[in-house]
């Protein structure tokens, strides 16, 4: 295993579109984050799950979001009605008890709405 | 006010030198402290994390941390060409799994 894997690299969409993507993390973690950065700032924290459950979601975080990681392995997000405002990479990152507070993050999905 | 606050830069200092980079943020409960480098169109990798006041050395790296005045410092020895990157804040409460990052600061070392 290599690391932390999201599919796809690139997403264009129109505005209005539904949008979905997906992370694979490293297979021992059960720890599963997911991130938004825009250019110039930092990652912002959108959701986290253990194991299957989502134990945590940020309270800025929109309905039109929603998060699934449904048998505890990989995860999806999707994003209803995409607006240009949700143009930025998404990052998935991943942990176990094992590597304690690190995260190891994917390339992320960058994704346009246009 | 941001919860973690970084100066966005860029920094820049000659090759050799100390680069010396700033975070301040704002939860009291706040128990974990970490630096993330992320270079140009790559992902965030974390290069240390410190939990206690003081010092933490990690070969070229020292993080310092002083949780009274809500500072945390990341210093860089013999800074190098490879080392020009953002360097990002992030900062874990007591009272969740969320990191919360700060904008960081773009560092630039030149030959």
């Known amino acids: 295993d290599t690391g932390v894997s999201q599919d796809p690299r690139h997403k264009i969409t129109k505005r209005g579109q539904n949008v979905t993507f997906r992370c694979d993390p490293i297979s021992e973690h059960n720890r599963l984050y997911w991130y938004r950065q825009t250019l110039g700032q930092g990652p912002e924290f959108l959701t986290y799950f253990q194991n299957e459950a989502q134990l945590e979601k940020s309270r800025l975080l929109s309905d039109r979001f929603s998060a699934e990681r449904p048998k505890g392995s990989f995860s999806t997000l999707e994003i209803q009605r995409t607006e240009q405002g949700d143009s930025a990479m998404y990052l998935c990152a991943s942990s176990s008890a094992w590597t304690g507070e690190k995260l190891f993050f994917g390339s992320g999905t960058q994704l346009s709405v246009l | 006010q941001k919860e973690v606050e970084q100066n966005s830069g860029p920094l820049s200092v000659p090759e050799g030198a100390i680069a010396s980079l700033n975070c301040t943020y704002s939860?009291?409960?706040?128990?974990?402290f970490f630096w993330y480098r992320q270079y140009s169109g790559k992902s965030p990798e974390l290069i240390m994390f410190i939990y206690s006041n003081g010092d933490k050395e990690d070969g070229r790296f020292t993080a310092q941390l002083n949780k009274a005045s809500q500072y945390v410092s990341l210093l860089i020895r013999d800074s190098q060409p490879s080392d020009s990157a953002t360097y990002l804040c992030a900062v874990r409460s007591n009272a969740g799994n969320m990191l919360t990052f700060g904008g960081g600061t773009r560092l630039m070392v030149k030959p």
């Open positions: 939860d009291r409960g706040s128990q974990s």
